[in-house]
C-alpha cells in the first residue's frame, strides 16, 4: 500500500526583493499564507535500490522531490529508496511553490525538517506548522502570524515565468525598498481593518511582470469589480491572486487556464 500525502503551496501576500547577497541567494520581506495545492504523492519502498520519482506533468531539471531526498540522507537521514509518483495539479511557473509544497511533505514524512532550507527558499515555510507567517532571508527566517481566514480566488494564466529569469530582470532594476520598510509596509498592511479595501499588493516582480505580460491589468479590473479588497501575484508570477470579504463567481478569460479557491 502507498503512503498518500496531500501537499501545501503558498500564496506571497506581499513580496519585496531588499538585496541580492555575495553568495547569489536574495534576501526578501514576504507575507507567506499556505493553501491546499491539490498535488498529491503516492509513496512506496523501491526495489530498485534507487530512487525513482516522476510527475503526470513535464518538469525540467532534477524534481525538487529527488533533491529533498539527496539533501536528506547526505545530511544523515535514513531514508530508504523511493518511488515517488506526483499527481501534479498546480503547474510550474505559477509562483505558488507547489513544487517546494511536494518536497516539504516528504522532509516531514522522515522528520528531515531541519534540512528545508538546503532545498528551496519556499520548503521551510511549507515544512513548518504554520499556515500564515513573515518570511525573510533567504526564505528561512520563519515569524509566525495571527492567522486569518479570508476568501479568495488565484487566477493561472497560460503563461509561465521563470524564477532565475525574473530575479535577474529584476537586479538589472534594482530594488525599491529596504528591510526596515519592507517590514513596516507588511504590517500596516497585515493590521489593516478586515475587508478595508488595500488595493494593489506590493510586489517587487510585478514591475517586470507587467511589462511582459499587460492582460495582468486586466485581471486587476475584474477582481475590483468583483469587490476585491486587495489583489496582486504571487511569488515571480505567473498567478494572480484576489482576496474577498465573500465568495464571487467570475466568468474568466480564455488566457486563464486554471483557478483556486481558498
Not at 503551496?9 to 538585496?19: E, G, M, P, Q, S
Not at 533567504?138 to 481566514?149: H, N, R, Y
Not at 476585491?228 to 511569488?235: D, F, I
Request: glycine content about 10%; charged content about 20%.
Amino acid at each position: 500500500m502507498p503512503i498518500i500525502l496531500p501537499t501545501f503551496a503558498k500564496i506571497n501576500l506581499t513580496l519585496r526583493v531588499t538585496n541580492k547577497r555575495p553568495d547569489g541567494y536574495h534576501n526578501l520581506v514576504s507575507t507567506f499564507m499556505k493553501i491546499a495545492s491539490g498535488d498529491v504523492l503516492y509513496i512506496t519502498e523501491s526495489n530498485s535500490g534507487r530512487d525513482a520519482v516522476t510527475a503526470d506533468m513535464h518538469l525540467t531539471g532534477e524534481n525538487i522531490v529527488a533533491k529533498a531526498l539527496r539533501i536528506a540522507r547526505e545530511e544523515g537521514f535514513r531514508i530508504p529508496p523511493l518511488n515517488v509518483r506526483i499527481h501534479k495539479s498546480i503547474p510550474p511557473g505559477s509562483g505558488l511553490g507547489a513544487g517546494s509544497g511536494n518536497a516539504a511533505a516528504v522532509l516531514q514524512l522522515f522528520g528531515a525538517e531541519r534540512v528545508a532550507a538546503k532545498v528551496g527558499a519556499d520548503v521551510p515555510f511549507l515544512a513548518s506548522g504554520h499556515n500564515l507567517a513573515s518570511v525573510s532571508g533567504i526564505g528561512d527566517q520563519i515569524e509566525p502570524m495571527k492567522e486569518v481566514s479570508p476568501h479568495g480566488v488565484i487566477a493561472i494564466p497560460e503563461w509561465e515565468t521563470n524564477t532565475k529569469e525574473a530575479y535577474a530582470e529584476l537586479d538589472a532594476i534594482g530594488y525599491e525598498v529596504g528591510i526596515m520598510l519592507a517590514r513596516t509596509e507588511m504590517r500596516d498592511i497585515y493590521h489593516a481593518n478586515a475587508g478595508r479595501k488595500v488595493g494593489l499588493l506590493p510586489n517587487d516582480f510585478l514591475k517586470v511582470l507587467i511589462k511582459k505580460y499587460p492582460k495582468y491589468n486586466e485581471l486587476f479590473r475584474m477582481f475590483e469589480q468583483a469587490g476585491a479588497y486587495a489583489w496582486g501575484v504571487s511569488g515571480s508570477g505567473s498567478s494572480a491572486f484576489c482576496v474577498l470579504n465573500k465568495p464571487v463567481r467570475f466568468t474568466w478569460p480564455g488566457y486563464v487556464k486554471n483557478v483556486l479557491y481558498f
